[in-house]
C-alpha cells in the first residue's frame, strides 16, 4: 500500500519525506489556501521534496478551461498528478489528459458508479472520500470494498486512492480492503505508529538496560 500526505504544508511533507514514508502528495483548493502560499509556488517546492505523484487541482468546472488549467499544472514539474473532479467535464479532462501521458486523479469520488466512469476514462487514481461520506452517517469504507470488487471484476487498473482518511482505523481498515493508497493528513500518518504497550515496553527495557551499566556504542 502506498501513503500519500494530504496536506500542501511543505515543512510537514519535508519531515514526513525525511522518515521515508512518503510515496506521493495531494493537494486540493482548501489546503492550498490553509498554506498561505500559490498553488504554483507551494506545488513546485512539493514536487522538488517528493519523487512520487503529487496531486495538484484544476479549479475550472468546463473543459476546456480545465485543459487549459492542466497545462499550467503539468508544466510545474514531472510528477505532477493532474486532480480532476468527478463531473462529465471532468472525466472527459481525465480521458484527454490519460492520452496526453499526464497521470490523473479524479476527485469528490461518493459512489461506485463514479468510480467505474472514472476507470473507464482511463483515471490513474480515484479517490472516494471515506471520512465525508462517514459523516454524513454511512460507512465510507464501503464504498471502498465495493469499488475493490468492481475493478478486480474487469480488471481495471486504476488505483484506489482512499481519501478523506480520519483516522487510523480508517487506515486499517482501507489496508484490509485492499485500496491501493491512501492519503490522510500529517497527524494521521504519525499516529500509526503508536501502540501504548510500544511505550511501555521501551521503557521497561531502557530502565533495565541502564542498570546493566553497559553500552552499546
Ligand atoms: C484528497 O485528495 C482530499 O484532498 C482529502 O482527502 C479530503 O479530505 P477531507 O474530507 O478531510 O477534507
Partial sequence: ?????DTADVKEIRELNDLGLLDGVTTNPSLIL???GSIIEVTKEICSIVKGPVSAEVTATEYEKMM???AVL???????CIKVPLT??????CKALRSDGHLVNVTLCFSANQALLAAKAGATFI???IGRI???????MELISEIRTIYDNYDFQTEILAASIRTVNHVKQAALIGADVITAPPATLRALVKHPLTDKGLEAFLADWAKTGQSIA
Fill in 74 to 80: 503539468a508544466r510545474i514539474a514531472d510528477n505532477i
Fill in 34 to 36: 490553509k498554506s498561505g
Fill in 1 to 5: 500500500m502506498k501513503f500519500f500526505v
Fill in 68 to 70: 487549459k488549467e492542466a
Fill in 88 to 93: 462529465l467535464d471532468g472525466l472527459k479532462a
Fill in 134 to 140: 462517514d459523516d454524513i452517517g454511512i460507512d465510507g
Fill in 127 to 129: 479517490s472516494p472520500f
